[in-house]
């Protein structure tokens, strides 16, 4: 039997009974897979240090190796989220609609799972965590598939996850995650269509397109983070120090970073040099003309606008207005996330009315676009697109609907 079969038949076995299973057998499965974590705590460390260790051996870039590195904090807050998801409402057979037609019928609109999710990530092994914990409160089963970076943290969790689920009235193959690293088992999971009814990319550019492009799963799509932030004329350029330096240096690999800083023209000679001396030597920054006749900056390239560098770099430019700001934001920006710095009600109100993205804000930093920081609990991912979910895919965002009709033996004529 193949590789996927074996997976797919695993998760669907197991899916009839979490789609009906009670909020009371849901959350109790999740306090004994927080037990089992807090339990397993020392050994899920050592295997992630192994994975550390190799991340360095291969040069991978200091941010990057960040987002993979766990430690006794990241493993509080990992637990932390599976309590928060706990204490959520159950997403599953919750009406918001009910009517009756003028023949009798009556209509309830429902929510129900979607069924089995599969999660294709690079990295972060927290989304290994995070995955699960929202698949089983929602009553999807879930098929994960991490880089092999994080193949040993990955692997531990997992172990973890089963063996709390053990103690538990819910099935520990509502679960499951591909050990193998061969690329080939990604191709598969694309196309099985058979045991899969959506799949989430979580990752860079590369990972996402791939899985756009090759999947004949339905995908939501969670995309990368070129996030901007504009400090406008008549912004308050103390709070506009404080909430770039957050949003670029607090945590550089993640998606929610800021990548590129717009400046009105009219405070760039007061804002750019006060923020040359706070950041300068932490991170490379990157500027259009204007920009490099105000402070040292290496010019930047065309494609740097675009980038998401999850790195130590910042792309700076000076803008005439509010109007150019959100005419750069929308050609270059990825729909993530997109801040105004601003005492402006008016300009406030036009950034996030015409910014194309999925969050928008005004005077705090683009790092609180996080299912967790939302209240969420966790997060599959921040989705970028249009359709069902955008920005945190949590609970509400894993649900689909189920119309359930009653009649008294009316026909249609």
């Known amino acids: 039997m193949a590789y996927m079969d074996i997976k797919g038949m695993s998760l669907k076995l197991a899916e009839k009974k979490l789609s009906i299973a009670s909020t009371e057998d849901k959350n109790f499965a999740l306090k004994k897979v927080s037990d089992s974590i807090n339990y397993n705590r020392k050994e899920i460390l050592q295997e992630n240090a192994k994975d550390v260790a190799n991340a360095r051996k291969s040069k991978m870039k200091e941010g990057l190796i960040d987002r993979l590195k766990l430690d006794d904090n990241r493993i509080d807050a990992i637990i932390e989220g ?27 609109k429902m929510t129900v ?81 058979k045991y899969l009814d959506l799949i989430i990319p979580r990752g860079g550019r590369d990972l996402i ?46 998606c929610n970073a800021c990548e590129t800083l717009l400046v009105h023209k009219n405070v760039a000679d007061k804002f750019l040099p006060k923020l040359y001396d706070a950041i300068n030597d932490k991170v490379e920054l990157r500027g259009d003309n204007l920009v490099r006749n105000i402070i040292d900056a290496r010019e930047a390239s065309e494609e740097d606008w675009a980038e998401e560098f999850l790195d130590y770099i ?58 967790f920081e939302f209240g969420f609990g966790a997060e599959m991912g921040i989705s970028t697109q249009k359709i069902h979910a955008r920005g945190p895919v949590g609970l509400d965002q894993l649900v689909t609907n189920k119309y359930l009709v009653v009649g008294d033996g009316q026909i249609r004529k």
């Open 113 to 193: 799972p979607i069924g089995v999710i599969g999660i294709v990530y690079e990295s972060r092994p927290n989304v290994t965590v995070d995955a699960f914990s929202l698949a089983l409160k929602s009553g999807n089963c879930i098929l994960l598939r991490g880089s092999s970076s994080a193949i040993n943290s990955n692997l531990a969790l997992v172990k973890a996850i089963k063996e709390g689920l053990r103690e538990s009235n819910i099935p520990e193959n509502v679960i499951e995650f591909i050990e193998d690293t061969d690329r080939e088992h990604v191709k598969e999971m694309l196309n099985a269509t």
């Open 209 to 254: 397109n791939y899985v756009i492009q090759n999947s004949s799963v339905p995908t939501l799509q969670t995309g990368e983070g070129n996030c901007h932030i504009y400090v406008d004329e008549s912004g308050d350029l103390g709070k506009a120090l404080n909430i770039v330096l957050n949003a670029k240096t607090q945590r550089v690999g993640v």
């Open 82 to 108: 599976i309590d928060t998801v706990i204490k959520l409402p159950d997403p599953i057979w919750r009406s918001d609609k009910v009517w009756t037609l003028e023949n009798g019928l009556t209509i309830s």
């Open 314 to 371: 910042l792309a700076v430019k000076v803008v005439d207005s509010v109007d150019e700001a959100i005419e750069h934001i929308n050609k270059y920006g990825t729909k993530h996330s997109e801040a105004i710095i601003t005492e402006s009600l008016t300009n406030a109100r036009k950034f996030q009315r015409e910014v194309d993205a999925s969050t928008v804000y005004v005077n705090a930093s683009t790092r609180f676009t996080d299912g």
